[in-house]
């Protein structure tokens, strides 16, 4: 459906939980408080909240967390979206440690496509930032999955980084058919105190290193990112620039968190809490009349743009792990 600013919504994204098994500094650091395990939205909840979101237009579903893959059976939550009536594609994104062991179900339950959050490629790095030594599964994974054939991205967020990192980064693409993407840090939970950086330097320093990079106007999704190509590279490269880039005239999604709150800007706290209506105790009719009317409004009443430029004017105050990314 369109928004009061005539976007068309068609894309939820909806986190599983708000359990990780990493601690990236700048999202879930150690301590970070947890729900109540029952607080969390059971899977037929998400699949009820997920056909009600087909009826108002969405059509793609990626599946995140905290770590989906830490809650069990997420195959089965992928089978029963796929059937949804108007959900087209539904794609997943990780942390990669994990990932490896569980693909094959996944690709069985019509998984289309996943992304891996990698921000470094340096072992030590890697577990300085995360807090695991988990560099090695995380790449094992990424083989497995592009082995397999399954649409594959690499999503990596911004910070200040050497050029050999960078460039690290970049070279998962070189041999593999997969696009490696930045994304800009934003000011939301433990990313509010992290240093970032800009996608303005970012380009330029590409731009240094690999004097071919082109724009490639070809559709890689359904996202934010502009794509650019390498000569040499079988995958692209993607820049998604939420802070310097800001593409809120064009923003397409909502969000679901793992608590049942349906969210449709990152930026602010506003939506509604959809749980209670879920757990109302209603009849049916009267309970799936309720919710679908609430999230229309919800997604009406999406905000025309993100203020991450003034950050006293964000009001969202959960660390990303609760929001989904
Ligand atoms: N655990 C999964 C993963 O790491 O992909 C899914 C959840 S995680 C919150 C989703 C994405 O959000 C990750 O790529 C992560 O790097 C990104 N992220 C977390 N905090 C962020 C922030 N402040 N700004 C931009 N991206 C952030
Ligand atoms: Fe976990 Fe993903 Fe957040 Fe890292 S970015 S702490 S892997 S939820």
Redesign the pocket.
Known sequence: MQDQYGRNIDYMRISVTDR?????RY??PRGVELCDMAQLLTYEEIVLCAQTAAKLGIRHIKLT???PLVRRGLDGLVRMLKAVDGIGQVTLTT?GTMLEKHLSGLIGAGLDAVNI?LDTTDRRAYEEL?GKDELGSVLSSIDAAVGAGLRTKINAVSFPRSREEIRNLAAMAKDRPIDVRFIELMPIGYGKGFPGVSHKDLFLQLKEMFPGMEPDPAPHGFGPAVYYSIPGYAGGIGLISALHGKFCGSCNRVRLTSKGFLKPCLCYDSGEDLRPILRSGLPPRERDEKLLETMRTVIFEKPREHCFENEQEITEGAP??AIG?
């Open positions: 990780c098994s990493l601690r990236c999202c879930m967390g905290g770590e942390n959050s995360t990303m792990s990314g």
